[in-house]
């Protein structure tokens, strides 16, 4: 395959050439996705991205459906198990908030090893649970790895530009969710059947160990994707502050700058009422299906499964959906089909609620599953929109959202029987998508008025403000006798080779 040239050739960088085309004015981000390739640096971090977040996802939720033996070893009530399951999705909300601006300040690769390693360890531990306590505690520290989904959709965001990067962002994150279908499957209708073979049909000794293989898996993976991939187009951080091609970042500066703007929170509750709705469905699939229509623990998962497995495709085609639209109406596009896939969602949370047969059940949740997840991928079309400079930090508010959904919606079902609580959630979703009429991001057109003036070229996904880099109507002297500046244009901050 022939390699691209990327620009000026005495510019400091780790590559001077590209398997894939890039845009020397968007920070040689790809303006291309190859599925099959796996050159480094922009292909390399898009498949350590979602395979990152894939292990990740599985450990979250491989206690999920073994939580029926769980329970029935441990005496437990229903609302034992699901403070532990609001517990591991809740812990990970600081988790996201610190990680937004972590990723602006240290980049996607190293934290992804930090927490992939750490989160191997509590799930390693699962076999120790011996009261609701320390199983609450356990998933409460397992709930670390929920946090990588903001270095998923932030390194891919830092490899290809805005005209691809709603496709790239819901491809790593859907096939990253997956996780969550595949350990329902591989953890209760596979491993866990065959542990007990193992152990003479002991179901306590099964599932005491088969935590073991994935925690095993995810270290390995966290070691992995520290030495093989790249933190961005032009290297890795550390090298790129030296050479002085990188300004240093203040994480507390990102962080202001997200937090401050109303678009953040307008998509942090509407990602709560599509992710949250998604983390929910992974704690309760299991549980609804083996109480209300009388499934084994193995079949139950096998049924489970499936809401996840939808992410295979669905949350890409949310992506891909929304720069399609965004090709044809600008942010008007996206916001249109953003609303038109919450709305189409939460209707059908309600249907699934009053379905009676189990063969009904399926295919209502498998629609239910495919808006959910295509809901994900348009949040994450609009995310690196909003104020470009700060994009960890805003994807990191966004990406806690859908916990704290998770959360929410975790409360209801500890209380509720089920179809008041799927009656509650489905409400909340049709309200959400009011919210995108509420969404206007500078320079871009909102759902019913206003125009674009700014195109996809005009900004760059580029760093926050830190102590050498400069925003606003501040007046800047040249500093060209450095190796790359950063030059104001248009009230826009673009790095230049000097």
Same mark, same amino acid.
């Given at each position: 395959?022939?390699?691209?040239?990327?620009?000026?050739?005495?510019?400091?960088?780790?590559?001077?050439?590209?398997?894939?085309?890039?845009?020397?004015?968007?920070?040689?981000?790809?303006?291309?996705?190859?599925?099959?390739?796996?050159?480094?640096?922009?292909?390399?971090?898009?498949?350590?991205?979602?395979?990152?977040?894939?292990?990740?996802?599985?450990?979250?939720?491989?206690?999920?459906?073994?939580?029926?033996?769980?329970?029935?070893?441990?005496?437990?009530?229903?609302?034992?198990?699901?403070?532990?399951?609001?517990?591991?999705?809740?812990?990970?909300?600081?988790?996201?908030?610190?990680?937004?601006?972590?990723?602006?300040?240290?980049?996607?690769?190293?934290?992804?090893?930090?927490?992939?390693?750490?989160?191997?360890?509590?799930?390693?531990?699962?076999?120790?649970?011996?009261?609701?306590?320390?199983?609450?505690?356990?998933?409460?520290?397992?709930?670390?790895?929920?946090?990588?989904?903001?270095?998923? @959709?932030?390194?891919? $965001?830092?490899?290809?530009?805005? =005209?691809?990067? %709603?496709?790239? #962002?819901?491809?790593?994150? /859907?096939? +990253?969710?997956?996780?969550?279908?595949?350990?329902?499957?591989?953890?209760?209708?596979?491993?866990?059947?065959?542990?007990?073979?193992?152990?003479?049909?002991?179901?306590?000794?099964?599932?005491?160990?088969?935590?073991?293989?994935?925690?095993?898996?995810?270290?390995?993976?966290?070691?992995?994707?520290?030495?093989?991939?790249?933190?961005?187009?032009?290297?890795?951080?550390?090298?790129?502050?030296?050479?002085?091609?990188?300004?240093?970042?203040?994480?507390?500066?990102?962080?202001?700058?997200?937090?401050?703007?109303?678009?953040?929170?307008?998509?942090?509750?509407?990602?709560?009422?599509?992710?949250?709705?998604?983390?929910?469905?992974?704690?309760?699939?299991?549980?609804?299906?083996?109480?209300?229509?009388? @499934?084994?623990?193995? $079949?139950?998962?096998?049924?489970? =499964?499936?809401? %996840?497995?939808? #992410?295979?495709?669905?949350? /890409?085609? +949310?992506?891909?959906?929304?720069?399609?639209?965004?090709?044809?109406?600008?942010?008007?596009?996206?916001?249109?089909?953003?609303?038109?896939?919450?709305?189409?969602?939460?209707?059908?949370?309600?249907?699934?609620?009053?379905?009676?047969?189990?063969?009904?059940?399926?295919?209502?949740?498998?629609?239910?599953?495919?808006?959910?997840?295509?809901?994900?991928?348009?949040?994450?079309?609009?995310?690196?929109?909003?104020?470009?400079?700060?994009?960890?930090?805003?994807?990191?508010?966004?990406?806690?959202?859908?916990?704290?959904?998770?959360?929410?919606?975790?409360?209801?079902?500890?209380?509720?029987?089920?179809?008041?609580?799927?009656?509650?959630?489905?409400?909340?979703?049709?309200?959400?998508?009011?919210?995108?009429?509420?969404?206007?991001?500078?320079?871009?057109?909102?759902?019913?008025? %206003?125009?674009?003036?700014?195109?996809?070229?005009?900004?760059?996904?580029?760093?926050?403000?830190?102590?050498?880099?400069?925003?606003?109507?501040?007046?800047?002297?040249?500093?060209?006798?450095?190796?790359?500046?950063?030059?104001?244009?248009?009230?826009?901050?673009?790095?230049?080779?000097?």
């Amino acid at each position: 395959m022939a390699e691209v040239d990327s620009g000026a050739p005495q510019e400091i960088k780790k590559y001077q050439t590209y398997v894939l085309n890039v845009d020397p004015d968007q920070d040689d981000k790809a303006t291309e996705i190859k599925l099959c390739n796996f050159s480094r640096p922009h292909m390399r971090a898009f498949h350590c991205s979602w395979w990152s977040f894939f292990v990740a996802f599985f450990i979250w939720f491989a206690i999920a459906p073994l939580l029926s033996e769980i329970k029935d070893t441990l005496g437990l009530t229903k609302q034992q198990v699901w403070t532990s399951s609001i517990v591991g999705v809740g812990g990970t909300i600081f988790m996201r908030f610190a990680l937004g601006p972590g990723c602006d300040k240290y980049g996607a690769r190293v934290l992804f090893t930090v927490v992939l390693c750490f989160a191997s360890i509590p799930t390693a531990l699962t076999g120790v649970i011996q009261n609701a306590l320390s199983l609450a505690l356990i998933r409460l520290f397992i709930g670390t790895a929920g946090g990588t989904f903001v270095m998923c @959709q932030y390194w891919t $965001s830092r490899m290809f530009t805005r =005209s691809v990067v %709603g496709t790239a #962002n819901a491809l790593v994150g /859907g096939w +990253g969710n997956l996780g969550g279908g595949v350990t329902q499957l591989v953890m209760g209708s596979l491993l866990f059947p065959l542990f007990k073979v193992f152990y003479d049909q002991d179901a306590e000794k099964a599932w005491r160990t088969v935590s073991v293989v994935p925690a095993v898996v995810t270290f390995a993976t966290g070691v992995a994707v520290y030495f093989i991939s790249d933190d961005a187009p032009k290297g890795n951080y550390s090298e790129m502050k030296k050479n002085g091609t990188m300004p240093e970042v203040s994480a507390a500066s990102s962080f202001r700058s997200g937090a401050m703007n109303v678009n953040t929170w307008l998509l942090f509750v509407q990602y709560a009422c599509c992710f949250g709705v998604e983390l929910t469905m992974n704690n309760a699939a299991a549980l609804y299906f083996k109480d209300e229509f009388g @499934q084994s623990t193995e $079949s139950a998962a096998a049924i489970a =499964s499936i809401f %996840g497995w939808m #992410n295979l495709f669905a949350r /890409g085609l +949310g992506g891909f959906a929304s720069d399609a639209f965004n090709t044809r109406m600008g942010m008007r596009g996206r916001l249109l089909i953003h609303t038109v896939f919450l709305a189409c969602e939460g209707a059908l949370v309600l249907i699934f609620a009053n379905t009676d047969t189990l063969a009904g059940a399926i295919v209502v949740m498998v629609f239910f599953s495919l808006f959910v997840q295509a809901a994900e991928g348009t949040s994450y079309g609009i995310v690196p929109y909003v104020d470009p400079p700060s994009t960890g930090s805003i994807a990191g508010i966004v990406g806690a959202g859908g916990n704290t959904g998770a959360v929410g919606f975790g409360m209801g079902f500890r209380q509720l029987d089920y179809k008041d609580a799927f009656y509650v959630m489905g409400s909340t979703i049709l309200g959400s998508s009011i919210l995108s009429f509420f969404i206007f991001i500078k320079g871009h057109s909102g759902l019913l008025w %206003g125009e674009e003036t700014i195109s996809d070229k005009d900004i760059d996904l580029e760093y926050p403000e830190g102590e050498d880099d400069y925003h606003g109507e501040e007046d800047y002297e040249s500093g060209e006798e450095d190796v790359g500046y950063l030059k104001e244009e248009d009230g826009v901050v673009a790095e230049h080779a000097a």
